[in-house]
């Protein structure tokens, strides 16, 4: 899977580093006429051929709050979905958690369809597709409000808001799927990437029975490459695979999953719950806000400074002490790197629609990102 690195996080960059062409790159957008019917890319064609991926193949979108990123998977020829391309969020709001009630501005979580009939080439935020939100878990649950969209436009009440190119090019792959004759598609919307290390790490949040339910469902997708069959029983989600042989793999990927996780929480990792005055968005926008780039109508931008404060509910026992001598070991082979290792260059900016290429300049990558970050890069 794509990630955009450490480098996107703590980062101090210059406006020099985002210069007019990667704003004009990031905020421009196709000409309004026919926005709706505006091709995919030639760039992600591209890619989906260096992927074996069929041009009218299904879709998948999974998202991702914490790490204000949203995904989309298209299926392969051999009929296993991949990863083709990630896009930053650029808004989104509420805290990590259900949507449960109309105006409480929380960006829904869970397991969605979005059928033809969600798709709004006439959106006010440029173009959009209704989540369909509440869905049945939603339903069971008495949660209220409509139209939780994926939209363009920055600004969000209980949306995941991109730039009009990033709707602009993920409305057209939805676009063609469905019009090639994928009945809906799959959202999978999470609270952060449902790794052991996060469900250790959440255990003692009031959601975290909800969120083990969402890592069920994510298991399955993770171990087969085929989406996941939803059903609500007992206001409850439940997952299965297509086919016994693939339910065998999912549940064995889950039990090892749910084993790794009970080990870290035995070692006495310490638990977290994330905090944020209205939602956030991903840290490349954050950087260009600071330097001074236009993004357009975001909304509440003074609660983007309070965003993604991780408390600490339960510290973390202390290592055994062989453990403590390792990091030790560990710390001074990193200050004898530091002091061989050259300056830093300065930042270059790449293309951030490449669902692949790193934001910052190669010469950087071999210097550990802790060095960097005492350094002030």
């Given amino acids: 899977m794509q990630s955009w690195g450490p480098a996107l996080f703590g980062a101090r960059i210059s406006s020099a580093a985002f210069g007019a062409g990667l704003v004009a790159c990031i905020l421009a957008a196709p000409a309004m006429a026919g926005k709706a019917e505006a091709p995919v890319p030639s760039a992600t064609l591209t890619l989906m051929a260096q992927k074996n991926m069929p041009p009218n193949a299904p879709i998948l979108v999974r998202s991702y709050k914490k790490e204000s990123v949203l995904e989309v998977w298209k299926q392969t020829r051999e009929g296993r979905y991949a990863l083709l391309k990630s896009f930053p969020i650029c808004r989104w709001s509420g805290q990590l958690g259900p949507k449960r009630r109309q105006g409480d501005r ?7 369809a979005v059928t033809p009939r969600q798709m709004n080439p006439n959106s006010a935020y ?6 369909g939100y509440p869905n049945a878990y939603d339903r069971a ?12 436009i920055c600004s969000s009440a209980g949306c995941y808001a991109m730039t009009n190119q990033q709707i602009g090019e ?7 799927a469905l019009g ?11 609270p952060f990437r449902m790794s052991a290390e996060n469900m250790a790490k959440y255990r ?7 969120w083990r339910q969402l890592k069920e469902g994510s298991d399955v997708f993770e171990a087969t490459g085929d989406e996941p069959r939803v059903n609500v029983i007992g206001a409850r989600y439940a997952f299965n695979a297509r086919t016994p042989e693939l339910e065998q793999i999912a549940r064995a990927h889950h039990a090892q999953e749910e084993a790794h996780a009970a080990a870290l929480v035995k070692e006495g990792g310490a638990t977290i719950r994330t905090t944020y005055a ?5 840290a490349i926008f954050m950087a260009m806000m600071k330097a001074g780039a236009n993004l357009g109508d975001v909304s509440r931008p003074e609660a983007l400074a309070y965003a993604g404060r991780d408390v600490i509910v339960t510290p973390a026992l202390p290592p055994p002490k062989h453990i403590v001598m390792k990091a030790a070991a560990v710390t001074v082979a990193a200050i004898a790197q530091e002091e061989q290792a050259p300056e830093p260059q300065p930042l270059k900016a790449h293309s951030l629609m490449s669902g692949a290429e790193p934001i910052l300049d190669a010469a950087l990558s071999p210097r550990p990102w802790s060095i960097l970050a005492r350094r002030g890069v």
């Fill in 141 to 152: 649950h008495g949660a209220s409000g409509s139209a939780l969209m994926v939209h363009g």
């Fill in 278 to 282: 209205d939602g956030g968005q991903h």
């Fill in 204 to 210: 003692a949040d009031a959601n975290i029975d909800f």
């Fill in 170 to 176: 993920i409305y057209a792959l939805a676009r063609d």
């Fill in 106 to 112: 929380q960006t829904p979580e869970g397991f969605y």
């Fill in 126 to 131: 440029y173009l959009s597709f209704d989540t």
């Fill in 180 to 190: 090639s004759g994928q009945s809906a598609f799959q959202m999978q919307a999470y």
